[in-house]
């Protein structure tokens, strides 16, 4: 493999939103550091200011957490689709279908419509996957329409049917927090691919949501999740592991493209999983994810990314698993709309060149001859 294979360490463009790994291990968004706004900030704080570029005051911040509390509720027209999807279908897919149905009922006709567009996206996403859910699953149509004050804390209320308690909405806060942004990643860089061409909203969205579902990228949280539940102590674990690696299998949840000695956001993820372990009389799953995260840096040097504790976490929240990955879409849908927003801005078509590999000049050959 080549250096520059998977455009790795190459510049594709500029961005005002975020910087990765600019100090070996940072991370920021508009120029604030994670570590800062993980710890002090509302979820909804930060969709704020990577979608309009500067923090909310205090007639911001409630303004647009009305806005979208009144934006939750889905079109008749996308209930209708939702509830033809079967429970056998991966909610990835059911994001991906829905927001491509969205965009067929609320057409973003103008750029000038971009913003409402963004915290339509955002606000509706969760009551989306909760639908299809619950409907799907226990034949039930929830209200979508809840009164809860955060994003994270409507969520919960309509996965499970009851108002979630204080730790759990600050955990969803976090995570929600963490996975917000994250600069030219896979998904983000496929959504200003295809908003270069000047294409709609919704169709950029979709494209990153199909971008996003793969093990390699927003997946690896539910990977991870199969690989450790398992194992029934630290000790298989350590033995399966090593298996693994002799291998040469990927271990999910470990490993960074940008990254070269830790992923910050596990550092602040990781103690909530604790947390929440502990909570719920974990004896298993905790001290497993800390041999695997202890054998996979003497073994190979890899450090856990921000997937591998959001396993757990979620998990003793009592999410389902097939669930994970649609969380990271509820939340980096600010970054992918915000990255969409400053493609256009500052627009070029994405085209970069190939380097041919392919056979050189051949003569036409009629089929009857081949
Ligand atoms: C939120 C996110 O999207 S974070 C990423 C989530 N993805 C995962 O957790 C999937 C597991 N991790 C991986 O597959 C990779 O580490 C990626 C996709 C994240 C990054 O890929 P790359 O930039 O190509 O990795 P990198 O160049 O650092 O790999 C160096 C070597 O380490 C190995 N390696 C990297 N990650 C892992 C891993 N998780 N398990 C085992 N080996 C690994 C590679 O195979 C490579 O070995 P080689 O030189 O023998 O081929
Ligand atoms: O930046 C990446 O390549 C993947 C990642 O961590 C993210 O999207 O959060």
């Known amino acids: 493999m080549t250096n520059t294979e998977g455009l790795r360490g190459q510049s594709a463009g500029q961005t005002a939103l975020c910087t990765v790994g600019k100090t070996g291990s940072g991370l920021t968004y508009r120029g604030y550091d994670i570590e ?25 911040l409630p303004a647009f957490k009305a806005r979208l509390r009144a934006n939750r509720g889905l079109p008749a027209a996308l209930r209708t689709v939702l509830e033809q999807i079967p429970a056998s279908a991966h909610p990835m897919d059911v ?47 929830i209200d979508t329409a809840l009164d809860d004050d955060s994003l994270g804390g409507h969520f919960l209320h309509m996965l499970r049917g009851h108002v979630p308690p204080e730790l759990d909405v600050k955990v969803m806060h976090c995570s929600l927090i963490l996975y917000a942004e994250h600069e030219f990643n896979a998904s983000t860089f496929a959504a200003r691919v295809c908003a270069s061409t000047l294409t709609d909203l919704h169709s950029a969205v979709t494209a990153a949501i199909g971008t996003l579902r793969g093990p390699l990228h927003g997946g690896a949280n539910e990977a991870a999740m199969a690989m450790i539940e398992q194992w029934s102590g630290p000790d298989e674990a350590e033995r399966e592991l090593l298996a693994m690696l002799a291998r040469k299998d990927k271990v999910m949840g470990f490993g960074h493209a940008v990254y070269k000695e830790k992923d910050p956001r596990n550092a602040i993820i990781k103690p909530w999983a604790k947390q929440l372990g502990q909570a719920v009389g974990d004896r298993v ?29 979620y998990h003793f929240m009592g999410i389902p698993t097939r669930l994970f990955t649609p969380i990271f879409v509820l939340s980096r849908v600010t970054g992918w709309t915000a990255h969409i927003m400053e493609q256009r801005a500052h627009n070029r078509i994405i085209r970069p060149n190939a380097d041919y590999v392919g056979p050189g000049h051949q003569q036409w050959v009629p089929i009857a001859q081949r």
């Open 285 to 313: 799953l905790y001290p497993v994810s800390e041999r695997v995260e202890e054998v996979m840096w003497r073994e190979k040097k890899l450090f856990a990314n921000a997937d591998f504790y959001h396993a757990s976490a």
């Open 36 to 60: 800062d706004l993980a710890a002090k900030a509302q979820f909804e704080e930060v969709a704020f200011l990577l979608l309009k570029g500067y923090l909310p005051n205090q007639g911001e």
């Open 95 to 141: 994001l991906r279908t829905g927001c491509s149905m969205l965009g067929n009922l609320e057409t973003e006709h103008k750029f000038s419509e971009q913003q409402e567009a963004a915290e339509r996206l955002l606000a509706l996403l969760p009551s989306m996957i909760c639908y299809w859910y619950r409907y799907a699953h226990d034949g039930v149509r």
